[in-house]
């Protein structure tokens, strides 16, 4: 019995090991090669992926890291309990698309649109200032603000853009605290990013 469990572990673990290689692999031009949708159908068991989409799937770490994140959220949302009147708030993401990495980027929305990433020059060579708005549209926003709840933005490597609690107007700003361009350094972390609570 220990033998299988000890075998099942290193089974696990390899199997991390190499989830983690796949998804770590950098690939000239990479981009996001199938839409969320297509990705979400997947995860949903509503479709499958055709062959020339799983293809396009595992040559791509950008959109296999893109099929991971929604899968987590998806599990994430099927764990949280929500009230009917007090909606759950865990966190809301979002990519940076091809189009806007190529430009200088303005603003990111997360996939859920209740957050917005504001970037306005800060001056001649002095930066950017960033700022991260709530949507008044967003379920959980009279509860954020009623609260007063700490929020944060992550970058896909895990690097905090910004932390701190949201004015009256569900709004936060700061400078941005990288000597990269904020579409650059996106691109450089995967192109995703997320919205999340701070435990108090």
């Known amino acids: 019995m220990k ?17 983690r290689a796949l998804l770590a692999r950098a690939v000239p031009g990479d981009r ?3 839409a969320d949708a297509t990705l979400l159908a997947a995860l949903e068991g509503s ?15 950008l959109t296999l890291r893109r099929f991971r994140q929604l899968s987590l959220e998806r599990h994430a949302a099927a764990q949280a309990p929500q009230a009917a009147n007090d909606p759950i708030w865990a966190g809301s993401s979002g990519m940076l698309r091809a189009a806007a990495s190529a430009t200088m980027l303005e603003s990111l929305a997360t996939d859920d649109n209740c957050w917005t990433l504001h970037f306005l020059p800060a ?4 930066g950017w ?7 008044a549209e967003a379920p959980f926003a009279a509860r954020l603000l009623r609260e007063r709840v700490m929020v944060r933005v992550i970058d896909g490597g895990g690097a905090i853009v910004l932390q701190g609690r949201l004015d009256a ?11 990269t361009a904020p579409a650059h350094h996106f691109q450089m972390y995967g192109a995703g990013f997320a919205v999340e609570p701070v435990a108090p």
């Open 3 to 19: 033998e299988n469990e000890l075998k099942s572990a290193q089974d696990e673990q390899d199997a991390r090991l190499r989830e």
């Open 123 to 126: 001056g001649e060579g002095e």
């Open 32 to 34: 996001l090669m199938l």
């Open 169 to 179: 107007d569900g709004e936060y700003e700061c400078s941005w605290p990288f000597a």
């Open 47 to 61: 479709r499958a992926l055709t062959p020339n989409e799983r293809q396009a799937l595992s040559a791509s770490p």
């Open 129 to 135: 200032q960033v700022i991260l708005s709530l949507s």
